[in-house]
């Protein structure tokens, strides 16, 4: 097939210009400057188009000689093919007489048989003793491999892309979308044949438009900015969530701005959400179950204010009997309201504990902490008759946590103390819970003067079905590990000075008091 070429090397364009002004230049003086170009060239008659004389260069890759060449036409010269009939040779060879040098594509077929794919160029150029048409060509079957192999590199690519949850856009400075691949066409949900003009913040939630134009002006040409996550809204209507990574190109004119990759991420948050929601189950069922532990403790805890409320009560009654008792049973009666606002705050504390909430994350005092849940601990020994004793830091311990849950994880190595030492023989069993602050972080020890674990088991005390006690599955103290893991922070056992056990973890303390 014959085409033009809109642009012509340099070379090669004043090389023709200059040849077709030199209507008086002698046929032997041309065919010596030829022959000194390593360009291959023909000369065809300007009438006939038969071959008159080749070039030194032309000859070596052809495989003829001149004299060889002279009677062949374009049939013995390319392969059998409607592109290369020798009419569309010759078409090129005419146009170059009245509009100057004419591009075309052309086979050349070698003595050898080989096929040389060429760029041919032809001249008309009047030489003194006749007009002759000069066709300049050169190999490109290399360049045309490898844009073959180049067409299809990105036939495969665009394959492959087909099923990827991830795409590209390029952001002007100006934040509008001037590129976007087929794969981010259908992670936004876009029609791949519809043209759009849009802006980048279109498809962002309106809750992370502000982090992503943060992005976006961080973006740099050296790296990739960090990866985030946003909440899009696509053109279907549908939400998903997108990993974002940017980074600043200049390109060209038309792709100068921050470069977006961009990957679905929605299953991944749909399980994070998943394994979110199944460990706040798992929390609120070790609270549940610590609570049962206790319910005999607690019931009879609140046995006693309840039955002292009924005899205060009764004894007002019967105080009022007299009229001048009145002063005997007031005092009765605020007696009564006291033991019941005792019974009140306990039920207030269980419930607090029990209660199943959302996560929230607040700024709290590891001490104040402490002495949420010294009560239940205080109420769970008594029982077993185990002495507790509380040791607080001086001063407060800023950190940032689920104060519900960091409570919880006291309780769980309180009450795990607590059950060493009621099988063990000693007899004054202590369980010592102390708060100190060491190189920025707060820390809670937990420590009994009981008979300790074999060393072998310390390293896995905090693994799941792992236990110190007899019927124990261990599931309270991984909950501990998690909860603790989930603060940034770390838990330990190791043996207590005393002999026995002492258990701890420790958060980072917060900058803000």
Not at 386 to 412: K, S, Y
């Amino acid at each position: 097939m014959v085409w033009l070429k809109l642009g012509l090397t340099v070379s090669i364009s004043g090389l023709c210009t200059g040849l077709c002004s030199m209507d008086s230049l002698a046929e032997e003086d041309f065919r010596l400057l030829l022959d000194a170009l390593t360009q291959c060239v023909l000369l065809h008659d300007a009438q006939t188009k038969a071959i008159v004389w080749a070039n030194r260069a032309a000859c070596v890759a052809l495989g003829f000689s001149v004299e060889e060449l002279l009677p062949l036409k374009a049939h013995d010269m390319t392969r059998d093919d409607s592109r290369y009939r020798r009419e569309m040779a010759v078409s090129a060879m005419d146009r170059s007489v009245e509009q100057g040098p004419q591009a075309y594509e052309w086979c050349y077929r070698s003595r050898a048989g080989v096929d040389m794919l060429s760029e041919a160029i032809a001249a008309y150029v009047p030489l003194r003793e006749h007009p002759v048409v000069m066709v300049q060509f050169r190999d490109i079957s290399a360049e045309d491999a490898m844009r073959q192999k180049l067409r299809s590199y990105e036939m495969r690519l665009r394959e492959y892309m087909q099923d990827l949850g991830e795409g590209v856009a390029v952001v002007t400075p100006r934040g509008k979308i001037a590129y976007l691949s087929e794969s981010g066409r259908r992670v936004l949900g876009m029609d791949p044949d519809v043209q759009f003009e849009a802006e980048a913040l279109d498809y962002c939630a309106p809750a992370d438009r502000e982090r992503l134009i943060a992005q976006l002006r961080s973006s740099t040409k050296r790296r990739s900015t960090p990866a985030q996550r946003y909440r899009v809204v696509r053109r279907d209507g549908g939400e998903r969530w997108l990993r974002i990574t940017s980074r600043r190109v200049n390109i060209d004119d038309e792709l100068n701005g921050v470069l977006l990759h961009f990957r679905d991420i929605s299953a991944e948050v749909a399980t994070e959400e998943a394994r979110r929601t199944e460990a706040q189950m798992l929390e609120y069922a070790g609270r549940y179950n610590a609570m049962g532990e206790m319910a005999t403790a607690i019931a009879h805890e609140l046995s006693q204010p309840l039955a002292a409320v009924r005899n205060f009560i009764e004894g007002a009654i019967q105080r009022l009997s007299p009229l001048d008792a009145a002063v005997d049973a007031i005092w009765g009666l605020r007696a009564a309201d006291r033991q019941a606002e005792h019974a009140a705050h306990i039920i207030k504390s269980v419930r607090e504990f029990v209660v199943k909430r959302e996560p929230v994350e607040t700024q709290a005092d590891l001490r104040d902490v402490l002495a949420d849940v010294a009560y239940f601990i205080q109420l769970r020994a008594r029982d077993v008759g185990i002495a507790v004793a509380i040791e607080q830091h001086d001063t407060p311990l800023p950190i940032r946590c689920e104060r519900v849950l960091i409570g919880q994880v006291i309780l769980n190595l309180a009450f795990n103390a607590v059950e060493a030492l009621t099988g063990a023989q000693q007899t004054a069993g202590v369980v010592t819970l102390a708060t100190s602050a060491h190189d920025g972080v707060a820390e809670l020890h937990v420590i009994d003067n009981g008979p300790g674990v074999a060393n072998e088991a310390l390293g896995r005390l905090f693994d799941g079905f792992s236990s110190s006690k007899a019927g124990g599955n261990g599931i309270g103290l991984s909950l501990c590990k998690n909860i603790v893991s989930r603060h940034d922070g770390r838990i330990w056992a190791q043996r207590s000075a005393s002999g026995g056990l002492d258990c701890g973890f420790a958060l980072p303390l917060s900058l803000r008091a």
